[in-house]
């Protein structure tokens, strides 16, 4: 009688930002005595959605002939086809991190191997992928001399910028309206201790003639900066 059963390799962790592809490589043997067909599902708790290539090279990595699984044998599952005793096929799970996935969010993929031939025979490899994604918060101040905001004063205003999340944030951009009844005092802006112009193009920060536009080009976890500019009291 032929005995069914398939085996895989490690689990394996991962981290990434929103946007970046996994590559989960795992490869299937052919435990029985004969000639079997695996099929592969991925059941992920957060549904991303994975594409599964074969791995000719076993490399780990989607090179040129790399292609997808499909279902070859019309029972609406992929597989790799017949694996003969004994053979082992590599494949990668492919998956994008969704563009706003919120910071710490975890998918964990069971890749599940399972024999056509013999009944509740699987195997599982699983990828749990941990998200570090950026929380930019901001906070605006305003310094008024004297606390008393009469024509001609000179209002300081400062918005700080935090990123509260595991992951690196890049190009934030802060855009302040001047407010009401106020004038924008010429070449004030800064970020940090740094002086703007208020040209666009030149440097992290410009004036459009109603608001104000800083650039800050990178966060790392758990960072700070902050930046400034100043009206005056119409």
């Known amino acids: 009688n032929q005995v069914y059963a398939v085996s895989v390799t490690t689990d394996q962790s991962y ?15 052919n435990d029985g005595n004969g000639n079997d067909v695996v099929n592969i599902t991925d059941n992920g708790t957060v549904a991303w959605g994975w594409t599964f290539y074969v ?59 399972t024999s056509v031939g013999g009944t509740g025979v699987t195997a599982v490899g699983t990828a749990t992928v941990t998200v570090t994604a ?62 703007q112009t208020d040209a666009s193009g030149d440097d992290d920060a410009y004036f459009d003639g109603s608001s104000v536009f800083f650039n800050v080009s990178s966060m790392a976890p758990g960072a700070t900066t902050y930046v400034t500019y100043q009206v005056t009291v119409n």
């Open 15 to 29: 981290t990434g930002d929103p946007s970046d592809d996994i590559l989960y490589p795992v490869c299937y043997t």
């Open 55 to 113: 791995d000719l090279n076993s490399n780990g990595s989607i090179d040129a002939g790399d292609i997808a699984l499909t279902d070859t044998n019309a029972d609406t599952d992929i597989d790799m086809g017949t694996m003969i005793q004994g053979a082992q096929v590599c494949v990668i799970a492919q998956s994008t991190i969704p563009a706003g996935t919120a910071d710490a969010t975890v998918e964990t993929m069971a890749a599940t191997g």
């Open 134 to 195: 950026p929380i930019v918060g901001i906070v605006t101040s305003a310094t008024v001399p004297g606390n008393d905001p009469y024509p001609g004063v000179v209002i300081t205003y400062r918005v700080d910028i935090t990123n509260s999340g595991t992951g690196s944030a890049t190009s934030v951009l802060i855009t302040d309206a001047i407010p009401s009844n106020t004038t924008y005092v010429a070449a004030s802006m800064n970020i940090e201790t740094t002086g």
